[in-house]
C-alpha cells in the first residue's frame, strides 16, 4: 500500500471524488469534496469538508451535507451571499449541488451561517429541475457587467454534450439564458463546468473568460479529462474566439495526464488570484482497487491559473501553489514529497529522460524539443486501463525545456515551460525513490531538487 501524500488533500478515510465548494471566505480556504463516509467506494455521495489558512495544510471536518434516504450529493459549488439576496443571512454560504437519484438530477440548494461549519437544507429544494436524468455539477459565480448584476449558474446536461447557463437574483428562482455545445471533445458525458474570467498577460483591458469542460470517457489521454475553451461572456451568451476544433489533438487541454478530472475553481479570490483545485483520478480505474487504504482519493496541489499568450492566442497556465522547499542533494534519495526542476537544451533528435524508480516500479518522464511525454508502464497493474504513456505537445524556445515536477507519494505532476502544459499521473513506484537522468544530443544546464516537507 502506497504511503499518504504530503502536500495533496486525501481524507483521513474512505473514497473521495471532486472538490466541491472551493471558497475562499473570513482568511480560510474551504474544500467540500464527493465523499463516502461510509467506505471506500463510490456511494452514499455527500460533501466532505476541510479548511485550510494556506492551501496547504488542510483540517478535515465533519461531512458537511449528508446524503439521506432520498438522494445523493453531488457536485456543485458555494458562494457569499453578501447582500442576503437569498434571505438566508448576510454573508451566509449557500451551496448549489445535485440531488441525485436513479430517475433524476435537479440543483438544489443548502446554507451555513456559521462560515461553513454546519449545512441546512432549503426546504423548498430542488430549486431547479428540468426533468432531466443528466442534469447536474451546478457552478454559480456572481456576474456583474453591462447586462446586469445578477447570479449566474452553468451546469450540464452530461449526455447531450451542452453547457446550460441560468441566471437568477435570489439563488431560488432560476431564468434559462443560453447553452454552450455539443463542441469540441464530445467522446464522453460533459461535467463539472466552470466559466470565470482572466486577464491575458496580466492586461486589466483584455478580459477573456475560460469555460472548463470535464469529459469522461474522451479524455486526451484516456478516460477522465478536462477541456477548456476561451471566449467572451456578455452575461446571456458564452461566445468561443475561435471556432472550436473536435479533434483531440487540437482541443486546449487543461491537462495532459491520466488523473486530473472535475477541476473546479475557488469563489471569493480576486481575478488575480483565480485557484483551481481538480480530483486526482480518473473513473477508467478509480473504482478499482487503487491500492491505498484506509482512504481512496486525492486532489491536485492547487493551481493558479492565469491566461498568457502562446502560439498567437490565450492559453491557460497553471502553477502549482507550493510550500517553501529545502534543497537537497539530486543524487540522494528522493523526499516523500519532492519538487524537481529541470532546464535543459535539447537538439534536435535529443531527449532527456527523467526516472523516478522505487522499489516497486519506475515512472519516467521523457522530454524531446517539441514533447513531454510520462511512461508509467512500470508504475502500477493494479487494472488494465491503469499503465500508459501520456504525452503534450511543446514548444520550446530556443530548444530550452523547462519542467517543474511535482512528486509526492505516490502522484508526479508536470509543469512545462512556466504551465502552460501540466500533465498529472498516479504513479506507484513504491519506497526507496531516487532519480536518474540519461541525455541524448542535450544539455542539462541545471537540475535542483527540494524537499517540500508538509504535514504526514
Ligand atoms: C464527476 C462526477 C460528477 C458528479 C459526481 C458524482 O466526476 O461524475 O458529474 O456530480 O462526479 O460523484
Known amino acids: 500500500m502506497a504511503g499518504r501524500p504530503r502536500i495533496h488533500f486525501t481524507p483521513a478515510r474512505n473514497w473521495m471524488n471532486d472538490p466541491n465548494g472551493l471558497v475562499f471566505h473570513r482568511g480560510r480556504y474551504h474544500l467540500f469534496f464527493q465523499h463516502n463516509p461510509f467506505g471506500a467506494d463510490h456511494a452514499h455521495m455527500s460533501w466532505g469538508h476541510a479548511s485550510s489558512p494556506d492551501l496547504m495544510e488542510w483540517t478535515e471536518h465533519p461531512v458537511a451535507i449528508p446524503c439521506d434516504e432520498h438522494e445523493e450529493i453531488y457536485s456543485g459549488s458555494i458562494v457569499i451571499d453578501e447582500e442576503n439576496t437569498s434571505g438566508f443571512g448576510h454573508s451566509a454560504l449557500v451551496a448549489v449541488y445535485t440531488s441525485h437519484t436513479a430517475e433524476r438530477e435537479a440543483q438544489s440548494l443548502a446554507y451555513s451561517v456559521d462560515d461553513g461549519m454546519t449545512w441546512t437544507k432549503y426546504a423548498g429544494n430542488p430549486v431547479l429541475d428540468r426533468g432531466s436524468q443528466n442534469f447536474r455539477d451546478p457552478k454559480v459565480f456572481r456576474y456583474a457587467g453591462d447586462a446586469g448584476d445578477y447570479w449566474v449558474m452553468s451546469a450540464v446536461e452530461a449526455t447531450e454534450h451542452r453547457v446550460v447557463l441560468y441566471r437568477s437574483d435570489d439563488l431560488r428562482t ?22 470565470f474570467p482572466l486577464l491575458v498577460d496580466g492586461d486589466p483591458e483584455d478580459v477573456r473568460w475560460v469555460l472548463l ?38 482541443v486546449d487541454w487543461l491537462d495532459y495526464g491520466r488523473d486530473c478530472y472535475a477541476g473546479v475553481t475557488f469563489s471569493g479570490l480576486p481575478v488575480e488570484e483565480r485557484t483551481l483545485i481538480a480530483w ?64 535543459a537544451r535539447i537538439d534536435d533528435g535529443g531527449s532527456v529522460v527523467l526516472t523516478i524508480a522505487g522499489d516497486e516500479g519506475r515512472a519516467s518522464i521523457v522530454c524531446t524539443p517539441d514533447a513531454m511525454s510520462l511512461d508509467r508502464t512500470a508504475a502500477g497493474t493494479f487494472a488494465p486501463l491503469f499503465p500508459g504513456v501520456e504525452s503534450a505537445r511543446l514548444s520550446a524556445p530556443d530548444d530550452v525545456m523547462e519542467l517543474t515536477i511535482l512528486v509526492d507519494a505516490y502522484s508526479v505532476e508536470v509543469f512545462a515551460q512556466s504551465g502552460v502544459a501540466a500533465l498529472t499521473d498516479l504513479v506507484f513506484v513504491g519506497d526507496r525513490r531516487g532519480i536518474d537522468v540519461a541525455i541524448v544530443d542535450a544539455v542539462v544546464e541545471s537540475l535542483e531538487v527540494s524537499d517540500l516537507g508538509g504535514v504526514a
Open 280 to 343: 486526482m483520478g480518473n473513473w477508467d480505474y478509480a473504482r478499482g482497487e487503487v491500492p491505498t487504504s484506509p482512504w481512496r482519493g486525492a486532489m491536485t496541489v492547487p493551481r493558479r491559473l492565469s491566461l498568457v499568450t502562446s502560439g498567437g492566442r490565450p492559453r491557460l497556465r497553471s502553477l502549482p501553489v507550493l510550500p517553501v522547499g529545502r534543497a537537497v542533494d539530486a543524487d540522494g534519495a528522493l523526499p516523500v514529497a519532492a519538487r524537481i526542476d529541470l532546464r
Open 174 to 195: 432560476w431564468t434559462f439564458l443560453s447553452s454552450y455545445g455539443p463542441a469540441g471533445a464530445v467522446g464522453g458525458v460533459w461535467e463539472c463546468p466552470d466559466l
Open 213 to 250: 469542460i470535464s469529459l469522461n470517457p474522451g479524455g486526451i489521454a484516456g478516460g477522465s479529462g478536462t477541456q477548456y475553451v476561451v471566449g467572451r461572456f456578455d452575461g446571456v451568451t458564452f461566445t468561443p474566439d475561435r471556432p472550436v476544433p473536435d479533434d483531440l489533438a487540437s
